[in-house]
């Protein structure tokens, strides 16, 4: 299947974090989508680079899909770096400024805009490390061996 | 395929350390296989509980396997658990008496004798996770989408 065809029956969310974790991944970071936060909320991407860095990507495929989500703010409580990635006709100046802009498609991503840094406590990194490593290790487990049916533990 | 023709086809620890994954998964921990150390070691299964504690589990499939592995101490510097896991087939009685044992075929495994607990330093447990959620991350990224080919970094 062409990658047009594959891409016409996701939904663009879905794309631009696939361009956004290949992105990621070509910068030698760990990418991991939709991953479940303490406070409820789920972040699109987070990714964790070498030294233990966390950031999160918010993807907005659409200004839609922006207004909708009003609580952006508590991912901030999770990462070192909180970004947003839209695809290129996003009017970019609704992003705030306080964060970092990622310009994304189905096929990759650019950072054109780095986030300011806010370093987690030593005890939110720890949790938020061992959840993502548990949550990555168990979702590869299932694909690996689909005996494995365990959930993610939180 | 069959699962009694799929296993005849890899080698007989690969099928142990399948086994055990299931364990590890049915336990609510996150296992990982082939997971590369600092010193240069490679742990045939590291798992990871919820708590952060860190057990490793070398898998013999026979005392050859067992005989020829003479760095196994080595092991023990990056976990606070160490296991064998062997074939029930297996004289148990070889397996030093300060390490978990394991009973494991390529459809389970059972812990038959608990691993005393040595644990790890802060920085040394930091550093294993984060590693771990690396190396899970980027192995789940490149399956799910075969276009990502980075290596993991170390």
Request: aromatic share 6%; proline share 6%; glycine share 6%.
């Amino acid at each position: 299947m062409a990658p047009s065809e594959a891409g016409a029956k996701v939904q663009p969310g879905v794309l631009l974090a696939r361009g956004v974790c290949r992105m990621v991944a070509a910068h030698g970071l760990a990418g991991l989508t939709e991953m479940p936060l303490a406070n409820g909320r789920r972040a699109d991407v987070m990714a964790v680079d070498r030294t233990g860095e966390i950031s999160i990507v918010e993807v907005k495929s659409s200004i839609e899909d922006f207004r909708a989500d009003h609580k952006w703010p508590d991912y901030r409580e999770f990462c070192d770096r909180l970004f947003f990635a839209v695809p290129e006709t996003f009017p970019v100046e609704l992003i705030p400024e306080d964060c970092g802009l990622i310009l994304a498609d189905g096929f990759g991503a650019e950072i054109v805009r780095p986030a300011p840094e806010h370093r987690l406590a030593a005890a939110r990194r720890k949790a938020v490390t061992l959840r993502f490593a548990h949550l990555a290790a168990l979702r590869l487990q299932r694909l690996v061996d689909p005996a494995i049916t365990a959930e993610a533990a939180w």
